[in-house]
């Protein structure tokens, strides 16, 4: 089978005398790609290329290198060369990142342009060379966190005239020095005059240890930066030591303290570590966290945390391991002076590593927490005993929560969750059948549930894909319910009728009914507003009550009966509308 060694698309002026292509130019090179395009379109396989290079300006660029691209076998197609004869053109690629023989490339070369395209966009190469728009400090960050836990690309060459920081882009004169990036470096070589002419970092990787992450700026050669890996036998790095961030714990308490409160939860179990000090001032401080959310899973023999702060996401995985538990981190986490995204912890368990994070996340916790959910699969009292250790440690005060929502279908479980809970701040609940636990089972049990204070004091009620079994009595008190019910009667109908006749808050129920008697609902609530049958099997009806106490508003109840098959859905949608909204002659005073 023929392989083309390489294949070059490439503009050429009609006058090399002229900085920029004619309109004559452009034509020309649009007639000649059209036909290129059509003579690969043309051919029963796509043909076989192992180099594909591209220098067109910027329209021909635009309009014709994915297409061209596209024609290329992804199986051949090894090193792939992007570029422009008119330096800094800005060129599009949204249509040639998503091809596959993008996606497949081995190496890629891009040069005298510039391009809107993420670091990640290059991520599954082995090797990049390129130029790219002014990187911000926190860009460059990421490429090297990014080094510090993968191995691809192997080689990273990064070519940009300037980078600033984020709030300086504007700004030329404010460049950021390199050691403002990467910290500083002893491994620095200078030219026979005094210039700088390079310097070299090297980070621990976090994966493999026996090889470390190499970075060179460099002012001569063609890159700016080079990522790339070496064997770990260079000297570790200068830490700088003149900073003591203990000193600030005797000198000034609440800027201390003020760090700390800006500190991500990983960064705090991190400081914990450094000394004895530091521990004590963190753990008998009370802090003013910002707002988070948090979430717990269990599933037996594996846990899982979830944290969600204005800053964004953390996912620690507990995993059972022959010889202990497995951490692994996404994003990786500080731990020393470094980031890891495994970690192994011998002679322990996913369950109690999962816990003792947990509680160091929740003891300072003194605003509530958004929301706090948990995934419960195959867990026993252990697993309760310990959450309700971890929750409530030896302390008068419950856990602060706005939100709490459980999927999993023990019913008992769950009521004791709920009551590790400070029914003052718990606005919702929320409760989702947990298919993979009980597959058999489809009822919960709420009898014990519901004699809860925080049950009662709550506003939200959401149920999903189970069934509960109680009295409507126990939901009155919510603003805001979607649940389904075992079964329910016209009694049940009316009472709830009453009870959004004479209430001053807005309020809508949703609720899908398993069993109920339609015969009894029009002899109860009277002929309705509005009636219509959607389909064959499916009928709508409506009714429309006035309050006792307010003109403005209405009582709306919505009726919807689905018979498929067998089985029959009865759905209720009790709400406040507008008067407005309600349709002429239609609203009963009483019934």
């Known amino acids: 089978m023929d392989v083309l060694k390489k294949f070059s698309v490439i503009s050429v002026n009609k006058s090399q005398d002229e900085p920029t292509p004619s309109a004559q130019d452009l034509l020309t090179n649009a007639i000649f790609l059209e036909n290129l395009n059509r003579m690969l379109t043309s051919r029963q396989k796509p043909l076989n290329v192992f180099t594909f290079e591209v220098n067109l300006w910027q329209e021909p660029f635009n309009n014709h290198a994915a297409i061209i691209m596209s024609h290329l076998n992804s199986n051949f197609l090894n090193l792939i060369i992007l570029s422009t004869p008119i330096p800094g053109t800005h060129l599009k690629f949204d249509a040639i990142v998503t091809l596959e023989q993008w ?12 391009t809107d395209l993420k670091f990640d966009a290059f991520f599954h190469f082995a090797k990049v060379s390129t130029g790219m728009d002014p990187n911000t400090y926190s860009e460059l960050t990421l490429l090297r966190d990014h080094f510090l836990v993968n191995e691809k690309p192997s080689t990273f060459e990064l070519n940009f005239n300037r980078y600033a920081k984020t709030s300086e882009i504007s700004n030329d004169t404010n460049n950021v020095e390199p050691h403002e990036v990467f910290g500083e470096t002893e491994h620095v070589e200078y030219k026979n005059g005094g210039e700088l002419h390079r310097k070299i970092w090297y980070f621990p990787h976090e994966v493999h240890t026996s090889y470390d992450l190499r970075i060179e700026y460099c002012i001569t050669n063609d890159y700016t930066f080079q990522f790339g890996f070496v064997e770990a036998e260079v000297k ?27 500190c991500s939860f990983v960064t705090i179990l991190t400081l914990r570590k450094v000394c004895k000090n530091l521990r004590n001032f963190i753990d008998t401080t009370h802090f003013n966290f910002p707002e988070r959310n948090v979430w717990i899973t269990f599933d037996g023999k594996d846990s899982m ?33 470094d980031f890891i995204a495994t970690r192994m912890m011998p002679d322990d368990t996913p369950l109690n590593c999962c816990m003792n994070d947990l509680e160091q996340i929740l003891k300072h916790q003194k605003t509530p927490i958004s929301k706090l959910a948990f995934t419960l699969r195959s867990i026993d009292d252990e697993y309760i005993y310990k959450l309700k250790e971890t929750l409530v440690p030896q302390r ?3 856990l602060k929560v706005k939100c709490v929502a459980m999927l999993g279908v023990d019913l008992p479980i769950i009521a004791r969750i709920l009551s590790y809970l400070d029914q003052n701040d718990l606005k919702m609940i929320f ?35 189970c069934g509960l079994s109680f009295s409507v009595k126990n939901i009155e008190h919510f603003l805001r319910v979607e649940v389904t019910l075992r079964t329910i009667s016209v009694e049940d109908l009316v009472h709830l009728k009453e009870i959004f ?6 309020r809508k129920f949703d609720i899908k009914a398993r069993s109920f008697d339609a015969e009894d609902l029009t ?14 099997n499916v009928v709508h009806k409506k009714w429309f009550f006035k309050m006792e106490m307010d003109r403005r508003r209405a009582v709306c109840i919505d009726y919807l009966e689905c018979i498929a098959g067998e089985r029959e859905i009865t759905v209720f949608v ?6 407005s909204d309600v349709p002429a002659n239609v609203l009963r005073w009483e019934q």
């Open 523 to 536: 002899p109860t609530l009277g002929a309705p507003s509005l009636s219509n049958k959607i389909e064959q």
């Open 236 to 262: 570790p790095q200068i830490v700088n030591s003149d900073f003591n961030l203990l000193s600030l714990i005797s000198t000034n308490y609440q800027a201390m303290k003020s760090i700390i409160e800006k």
């Open 501 to 506: 006749k004479t209430s001053s808050a807005n």
């Open 103 to 114: 996606l497949n490339g081995k190496e890629v070369k891009m040069k005298n342009l510039s």
């Open 305 to 337: 945390l979830e944290v969600i702060t204005p800053e964004g996401k953390t996912s620690l995985t507990y995993k059972k391991d022959p010889i202990g538990c497995k951490l692994l981190a996404y994003p990786p986490i500080p731990y020393g002076s």
């Open 431 to 465: 409760l989702n059948y947990d298919a993979y636990s009980k597959v058999e089972e489809e009822e919960l049990d709420s009898t014990k549930i519901v004699e809860l204070g925080q049950w009662k004091r709550a506003e939200e009620l959401w149920a999903r894909d």
């Open 574 to 579: 009790f709400s406040h509308v507008e008067i």
């Open 396 to 398: 008068t005060r419950l």
